[in-house]
């Protein structure tokens, strides 16, 4: 059997299945981040991408900005669970043959970023290797209770979504700005009870809160805000790389939400958190209602 054969999630599944955790882990493999014990107010997190040139990034793109995506995309994961960013280490894989300049601007990306949402590069490794390689994992911290998982969504919940969705990767999945400043303005004044980054897409990750909170799901096309660089609708809700928050909160806060939201982030409320049973569904434009299948980018 291959890896493609499995799949993505499967493959991640079979590793959770094999792996027995001691009691200082509250939440391991599953959501944005692992939630650990850490102190009596806070839980600390912990999360970690990889770029691969190639297929995350090519040559051709700007040092400076595969740079600021490496550490923004676990930002954005740390946001999604309510917390704020603060240690990382940066492991690289580079060819030898690599200009150094390609180096020095790749790490003057992770450094604005780092600046900017006060994260502090604290070590990583550097090996040579065939392809351009970035991983960075990264601490976080948050007060319990902000901890904000996928697993909290509750029946007759709005949902909601920042910014704009779907083809991200014409432009903004290198440059984008993980949503931490909105993440922790939502956590200290509304009760989010799920939230996600949308990395594999708005219906995966949108599925994913759903399957890890046991609940279904309607959603409105007319409310679904979808980026002017998306090709179609139907495209854009599966298209990866997002990097926009999915949250879910009880319906009678939605209105001070909506009154209360003074970013240039746009919000929408695209639709309510029902009955696992009733699945995932989809108001049309018509007014028609069709079943829909959480599907989006998997790597294999
Ligand atoms: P995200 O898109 O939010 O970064 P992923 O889809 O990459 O999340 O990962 C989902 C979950 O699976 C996370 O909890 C992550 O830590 C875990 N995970 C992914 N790959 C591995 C792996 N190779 N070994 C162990 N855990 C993994
Ligand atoms: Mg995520």
Request: charged share 30%; aromatic share 8%; net charge positive.
């Amino acid at each position: 059997m291959k890896l493609k054969d499995l799949g993505e999630f499967n493959f991640i599944n079979r590793i959770n299945r094999a792996i027995k955790l001691s009691g200082r882990v509250i939440k391991g493999i599953g959501d944005d981040a692992a939630v650990l014990r850490y102190t009596k107010d806070k839980y600390m997190l912990f999360t970690a991408d990889m770029l691969v040139e190639g297929k995350h990034f090519h040559k051709c793109d700007k040092a400076v900005l595969v740079g600021k995506k490496a550490l923004s995309c676990n930002i954005s994961d740390i946001a999604a669970m309510g917390g704020s960013p603060k240690f990382a280490v940066i492991s690289v894989g580079f060819p030898g043959s690599l200009d150094l300049k390609y180096a020095d601007e790749l790490y003057k990306g992770i450094r604005k970023s780092a600046d900017s949402f006060k994260v502090d590069l604290v070590g990583g490794d550097t090996v040579g290797s065939g392809k351009i390689i970035i991983n960075i994992a990264l601490i976080g911290e948050v007060e319990k209770e902000n901890l904000t998982l996928r697993s909290g969504a509750k029946e007759n919940d709005a949902i909601f979504v920042t910014g704009n969705i779907g083809g991200s990767i014409k432009l903004k999945h290198l440059n984008f700005t993980p949503r931490l400043e909105e993440a922790r303005f939502l956590v200290k004044n509304f009760k989010i009870n799920s939230m996600i980054d949308a990395s594999d897409g708005f219906l995966a990750d949108l599925g994913h809160i759903l399957e890890e909170s046991d609940k279904g799901a309607a959603i409105l096309e007319k409310a679904i805000p979808v980026s002017k660089n998306a090709s179609r609708f139907d495209s854009a809700i599966r298209d990866g790389e997002d990097f926009e928050l999915i949250f879910t909160l009880p319906e009678r806060q939605a209105d001070r939400l909506e009154n209360a939201w003074l970013f240039k982030t746009r919000l929408s409320r695209i639709g309510q958190i029902c009955n696992g049973r009733e699945g995932l569904s989809l108001v049309r434009k018509s007014g028609k209602s069709e079943k829909i299948k959480p599907a989006g980018f998997t790597h294999f």
